[in-house]
């Protein structure tokens, strides 16, 4: 089978959500010497991009968004050990986490799932987030990049003093912030003055490589 062929065969394996065929057509790439960049670029990732589509079309629901994301999650961490330091480069790094007050993160995990998929190293800072944590994260790791998630309408007030406290620490203008969650709006992230708005972690995403240029 042609390298083409066998990586055309894993990412159709990962939009079809086949777990097993997947991790094999992986080991059956490695085995043939195809590079894991590769690999991650012209499989899982396109995988992925396959998937936000027929999610954004409605073919695809919240289900099979994370079982993708688990299944390009895997192969990624299988293919780490055989990644020479110069493959690992990533394209670009996101911090992300759920604000202070709410515990909820399925959907901050899917997007993290989905950042990595992409290419991305993210540092996921968990949920019921400080601001403080936030700037800290961005001190320590220098991101491209902030992403906060809220689930409830009393806690979207954090994510505001999120990025107040960015300022306060001269390090607003170093970083983009996009902020989602199930009472987000465009309107509200632009009152706040976040960068962008992730209506799903697929438009998420989209937006962040955008940004990095890698759309």
């Known amino acids: 089978m042609s390298e083409v062929s066998l990586l055309a065969r894993l990412k159709d394996a990962i939009v079809n959500l086949d777990f097993d065929g997947s991790k094999h057509l992986a080991q059956e790439a490695l085995a043939k010497g195809i590079p894991p960049n590769e690999i991650i670029t012209k499989a899982i990732s396109s995988a992925m991009e396959e998937v936000g589509r027929k999610f954004e079309a409605s073919e695809y629901f919240l289900s099979e968004l994370i079982v993708a994301g688990e299944i390009g999650k895997e192969i990624s961490q299988m293919?780490?050990?055989?990644?020479?330091?110069?493959?690992?480069?990533?394209?670009?790094?996101?911090?992300?986490?759920?604000?202070?007050?709410?515990?909820?993160?399925?959907?901050?995990?899917?997007?993290?799932?989905?950042?990595?998929?992409?290419?991305?190293?993210?540092?996921?800072?968990?949920?019921?987030?400080?601001?403080?944590?936030?700037?800290?994260?961005?001190?320590?790791?220098?991101?491209?990049?902030?992403?906060?998630?809220?689930?409830?309408?009393?806690?979207?007030?954090?994510?505001?003093?999120?990025?107040?406290?960015?300022?306060?620490?001269?390090?607003?203008e170093k970083v983009k912030v996009i902020i989602g969650g199930a009472p987000i709006t465009e309107e509200y992230a632009k009152r706040i003055g976040a960068d962008g708005y992730g209506k799903d972690a697929v438009v998420g995403v989209d937006i962040c490589k955008a940004w990095i240029g890698k759309k």
């Not at 990533?90 to 799932?113: A, E, P, Q, R, S």
């Not at 601001?131 to 954090?158: C, Q, R, W, Y």
């Open 79 to 172: 293919l780490q050990p055989y990644m020479k330091d110069a493959e690992i480069k990533k394209i670009g790094k996101v911090v992300i986490g759920t604000v202070k007050g709410d515990l909820h993160d399925i959907g901050k995990n899917i997007f993290g799932m989905m950042l990595e998929a992409a290419g991305f190293e993210v540092i996921d800072l968990g949920n019921d987030v400080p601001a403080e944590a936030f700037v800290e994260a961005v001190k320590n790791h220098e991101p491209d990049i902030v992403g906060m998630s809220a689930l409830l309408t009393v806690t979207m007030v954090e994510m505001e003093n999120v990025i107040k406290e960015l300022k306060k620490a001269g390090l607003r």
